[in-house]
């Protein structure tokens, strides 16, 4: 069974009375899975559409168009207390950490009101005590959130989501803001081990990514471009875009590197006509779909299709 299974996401963000103009299609048809156990990277540059995609997906905003299979249910058809109790069995750690705190309370009892609504017949205070220990916050259980660093923050957040003993987790930007010597350390506890749980880790950072997952979803203007897994990093012949991120990160030499506007959102064929050094024709009017390549890699670009 997968985890999640997305198949023609679209979301548009309408344009306000005040303001002229068609609004914005900030999630573009997407087709995604991420299958049980997996931890898939979806890396972009910011207004790509990232944190929109999983948000809708994960039913924490409406969408205009598609479906999304969560843990094999349709997220469409349960309503109320149904969805309540499904909602358990996945979890989204945000980008803002104090979104899940509250501040009257201390360390101690958010983990506490975790362990006792999701861990009912176990002994609590053994729960809080063991999450505290594994998440280096046993020193700071009776702190309020005011009184944490912003790594503090997001580890009291997760902990609280690690109780749910979630099958599926969704971390976005999780390591916005902090030092490059906590990342490595958060995202450890966010992935946990092989197989434990499927992973989304939502990110702009590529290296932080390839160091914690096994695939790769490239987003670009609200469409996925290219998925590969990461011991194909480099190796491939990538998607123009993901070389210019590739460029960015210093993991790849770019030579044919991105240049001049690229069409961006809305457009009938290619996100990316305008900027691209491998362009043809059809990339003007005709939308590139998703075709798998022989090592397994699925890219959208009429250039590599043909090549």
């Known amino acids: 069974m997968s985890a999640l299974v997305i198949r023609g996401l679209v979301k548009r963000f309408r ?3 005040w303001r002229a103009g068609p609004g914005l299609t ?9 299958a049980a156990g997996e931890r898939l990277g979806i890396v972009g540059e910011s207004g790509s559409g990232k944190t929109t995609l999983v948000r809708a997906a994960l039913g924490l905003m409406p969408f205009d168009a598609g479906s999304v299979q969560v843990l094999g249910r349709d997220l469409g058809v349960m309503k109320g207390s149904e969805l309540r109790r499904w909602r358990r069995r996945f979890q989204v750690l945000f980008q803002d950490p104090r979104a899940m705190l509250n501040p009257g309370l201390s360390v101690r009892q958010h983990l506490l009101e975790s362990a006792v609504l999701h861990q009912p017949d176990a002994d609590p205070d053994t729960l809080v005590a063991s999450t505290a220990d594994r998440l280096g916050l046993t020193p700071r259980l009776d702190a309020r959130p005011k009184d944490l660093s912003g790594g503090e923050q997001r580890r009291v957040g997760l902990g609280r989501l690690l109780l749910a003993q979630p099958e599926l987790l969704v971390a976005d930007e999780p390591t916005a803001g902090l030092d490059a010597a906590l990342k490595a350390d958060l995202v450890d506890l966010v992935v946990g081990t092989p197989g434990e749980r499927a992973v989304v880790l939502v ?6 990514v390839a160091y914690a997952c096994e695939r790769i979803a490239v987003m670009h203007a609200g469409r996925i471009v290219e998925v590969f897994d990461v011991t194909r ?3 491939e012949d990538h998607h123009p875009y993901t070389r210019a991120l590739l460029h960015a990160a210093g993991l790849l030499d ?3 590197a991105l240049n001049g506007d690229a069409a961006g959102r809305g457009s009938a064929g290619c996100a990316l006509v305008g900027a691209c050094p491998t362009a043809l024709p059809q990339c003007v009017g005709e939308r590139p779909a998703l075709h798998v390549r022989a090592t397994g890699q699925r890219v959208a670009c009429h250039a590599m299709e043909l090549g």
Do not use: C, Y
């Open 26 to 34: 900030a999630v573009d048809g997407v087709d995604l899975e991420v």
């Open 254 to 256: 770019a030579p044919d």
């Open 233 to 235: 990093l480099g190796r």
């Open 15 to 17: 344009a306000r009375r």
């Open 203 to 208: 990110s702009h950072d590529l290296p932080l």
